[in-house]
């Protein structure tokens, strides 16, 4: 198992100690995909200096950038392509395996618009772009979001199942314990879906806090996740009060935990 980070180069690039084995960027300030070259190409010099490498990138698409078009508000099909080509593209070149894909407001659904209408618009572009993300050899993972923070795509369960209908070998699914718990969805979920899993993202559910900063015990997902035999990442996704301080406490009571979840 490879445990990493999401936070910024430049926060990573500042701690003495480095208690994980990647990082994962975002792909709007990492990869800038709508700037200049030569803006990504400094941006790649910097990640070439840290002492571990940048494997994988978040927030993937800009909240402007609609998805679903519907009948009264048209979509800049040429933008997303540009967009989303270039982003993967810079995630080959950078050595990212994987970007996710949760932006909850550029899939959002439009209000009045019927719900199996976006999602057959969100499957036909993630085949189209899994021919891009097949041809770089990048993985999209789709994020389910708590109800808050999106109106499609929120249950692993269901996710999985779009995943699952998909014919795309590079979109893949991804589970966030945070997401999980403010959904009420039980651990046990992550089963049926293992064969699409691709990456997870952890943290606590109060406060989305660090591991260990509440004692809230994640060995539940963690012992589905054995059983289900995944074996790819974890990256701590969390708010933190103190970034330097409070980053290895954090990862060592993910990796105990983690271990301490295995069935002997």
Not at 131 to 156: D, K, M
Not at 177 to 185: D, S, V
Not at 212 to 236: K, N
Request: net charge negative.
């Amino acid at each position: 198992m490879r445990f990493g980070i999401c936070a910024s180069m430049r926060e990573v690039a500042a701690l003495k100690t480095i208690p994980f084995d990647y990082l994962e960027e975002s792909v709007q300030r990492f990869l800038v995909p709508e700037a200049p070259r030569d803006v990504f190409l400094e941006q790649l010099q910097f990640a070439r200096t840290l002492p571990v490498p940048v494997e994988t990138a978040n927030v993937f698409l800009p909240g402007d950038l609609a998805l679903i078009a519907t009948p009264t508000r048209p979509v800049d099909r040429s933008r997303i392509e540009r967009y989303v080509q270039t982003a993967l593209q810079r995630a080959a070149e950078a050595g990212i395996r994987l970007i996710v894909f949760g932006s909850g407001a550029a899939r959002a659904c439009p209000e009045g618009y019927a719900h199996n209408e976006a999602l057959s618009q969100l499957g036909e572009y993630l085949e189209r772009w899994n021919i891009w993300a097949s041809r770089y050899g990048v993985e999209l993972v789709l994020e389910p979001l708590r109800y808050e923070e999106a109106n499609i795509f929120n249950t692993v369960s269901e996710t999985g199942a779009f995943v699952a209908s998909l014919n795309a070998s590079h979109v893949r699914l991804l589970a966030d314990t945070y997401h999980m718990a403010c959904n009420g969805e039980a651990p046990e979920t992550l089963i049926p879906v293992a064969r699409n899993l691709a990456h997870v993202h952890v943290a606590e559910h109060a406060g989305r806090s660090a591991p260990g900063r509440h004692g809230e015990d994640l060995r539940p997902y963690f012992r589905a996740l054995h059983q289900a035999g995944y074996d790819h990442r974890i990256s701590i996704e969390c708010n933190w009060d103190d970034f330097a301080v409070q980053v290895a406490p954090a990862f060592e009571a993910l990796r105990e935990q983690w271990e301490g979840s295995v069935h002997h």
